[in-house]
Structures are given as structure tokens and as C-alpha cells.
């Protein structure tokens, strides 16, 4: 099933981008709302949709834009709900960027960037875990064990030109305000910058910074995958013409 078809069955993708930067010596108190706004890493006008939590374990700032940044010892993670915007339009790519320059001296060790599709079926939860368990992973006695259907995931790792991708996809739930949850199936991708062969700081921050580039073709790349490789399958297509996930709208 190509993406033409999704679109005529009014399948509407949830997306989501998560950004995360290693390194050794940063902290979590390098993530605290002052600082990010007194360095220009984030716009002073930005407003918290919640009460912040910044201590020595852990770092959480939500914003009402819908970006959110959380930091532990060693790593800081920068996510945003992309919601059908144009690349341009997209914060959290600036954001990290202006962390880093901000930051040149840090021991940093890798870069990934983590992109979400999750596709939803509100009206049948079975969707899911049937496509998972009876396309993805086949027929076999394994599935016949206790007295539920069983739960799964898959895992699976591709060693592309420039970095390492690693696709999971699992049932999820989604929670809304004032609604039932909605049963959904959950592609997350990791492309996974190292800086191992780096022999200095600043080569290291070059490097580092040459794989922020890449986020758009690294998304590009992994909603191809997605579309046109794991839901153009007949399974795929037996699942969907059950379910219309949206009453209205298209990716």
C-alpha cells in the first residue's frame, strides 16, 4: 500500500521528532529555563505549559508550542510534535543546534535522532496486535500460550550509508482528554550518530553538528520506510479497509 491509497482510506499519521545528545560531562542543571533563554538557545518568549522540574537527577521543561526538553546526567533529549508543519516550521533541529554552539567544550559521544509515526485504530483495538503478530511476525505456536492474545514487539536494526537505524514497532495507547483510549500501532526509529573516531573536542563538535544536518533526509528516509515498505503489505491492507482511523482529514 503506497501512501496514495493510506491517504484515500483517511489514515492520519500522529508524527513526533525527539533529538538526544550524549555527553559526558553535561548535567541536568545545564537544562534550567533561565539558562536556555539568557544564551539565546530558546526564544524568551516561550512559556512553560507546566511547572518545571529541574534537580540533579533529572531536568523537564514543557512548553505550550509543544516542544518539551529533558535532560539526566550524561544526556539532554529535545522532542517535538510535528503535526503536518513544514521542515522549516520545526523548532527542535535550531534548538539543538544553538545547544551545542553554546556549549563547544563539552565531552560529547554520539547524536541520535528519533522520529515516532503512530498510526491510530479507535474503533478496533484488535487492529494492532493483529497486524503485528499475524503480518510482521507470521503464524506459529508461539502465539497460543495462557489465556490472552499475546502482546508484541519487533525489533530490527539497519546499517544504512551515514548511520545505524533502529526501527521498533509495538501496540501502543493513546490517551485524549475526555475520550476513550485508542488502541494504535507505533513505528519509532533511531538514527545513531557515533563520534568514536573523533580525535579531538573540536572534531568531535564538527562532527557532531554536521549529523544535526541530516535530521530532514533521516526523516524523509524513515516515512518512506514506513509507508512504503511495512504498511504496503496485503496484511497491512486487510487491516486498514476494517478500520478508518479518521472520520476526516489525511497525513
Given at each position: 500500500m503506497n501512501l496514495s491509497n493510506l491517504e484515500s482510506k483517511a489514515i492520519k499519521f500522529i508524527e513526533e521528532i525527539g533529538i538526544t545528545i550524549a555527553a559526558q560531562d553535561l548535567t541536568p542543571t545545564m537544562v534550567s529555563q533561565d539558562f536556555l533563554k539568557f544564551s539565546g538557545i530558546i526564544p524568551k518568549e516561550w512559556e512553560l505549559a507546566q511547572k518545571p522540574v529541574l534537580n540533579p537527577a533529572m531536568a523537564q521543561l514543557n512548553f505550550k508550542n509543544g516542544v518539551s526538553i529533558n535532560a539526566q546526567p550524561r544526556s539532554?533529549?529535545?522532542?517535538?510534535?510535528?503535526?503536518?508543519?513544514?521542515?522549516?516550521?520545526?523548532?527542535?533541529?535550531?534548538?539543538?543546534?544553538?545547544?551545542?554552539?553554546?556549549?563547544?567544550?563539552?565531552?560529547?559521544?554520539?547524536?541520535?535522532?528519533?522520529?515516532?509515526?503512530?498510526?491510530p485504530f479507535p474503533n478496533k483495538p484488535e487492529a494492532p496486535r493483529k497486524y503485528i503478530t499475524g503480518s510482521l511476525l507470521?503464524?506459529?505456536?508461539?502465539?497460543?500460550?495462557?489465556?490472552?492474545?499475546?502482546?508484541?514487539?519487533?525489533?530490527?536494526?539497519?546499517?544504512?550509508?551515514?548511520?545505524?537505524l533502529n526501527i521498533s514497532v509495538a501496540e501502543a495507547r493513546v490517551q485524549q482528554p475526555q475520550k476513550p483510549v485508542m488502541f494504535a500501532i507505533l513505528f519509532s526509529g533511531s538514527f545513531n550518530y557515533g563520534l568514536g573516531n573523533a580525535k579531538s573536542s573540536q572534531e568531535k563538535l564538527d562532527k557532531l553538528t554536521q549529523a544535526l544536518k541530516f535530521w530532514q533526509t533521516d526523516f524523509k528516509t524513515f516515512r518512506e520506510i514506513v509507508t512504503d515498505k511495512f504498511l504496503e503489505s496485503t496484511q497491512f491492507t486487510d487491516v486498514a479497509q476494517e478500520e478508518s482511523v479518521f472520520p476526516t482529514g489525511t497525513m
Open positions: 539532554v533529549t529535545f522532542n517535538e510534535a510535528v503535526n503536518n508543519r513544514k521542515f522549516d516550521l520545526i523548532n527542535i533541529p535550531k534548538i539543538a543546534a544553538q545547544y551545542v554552539a553554546k556549549l563547544p567544550h563539552a565531552e560529547y559521544v554520539g547524536l541520535s535522532f528519533n522520529p515516532k509515526i503512530l498510526l507470521g503464524s506459529g505456536s508461539w502465539k497460543k500460550i495462557g489465556k490472552a492474545p499475546v502482546q508484541a514487539g519487533l525489533n530490527l536494526m539497519y546499517l544504512l550509508d551515514h548511520c545505524q
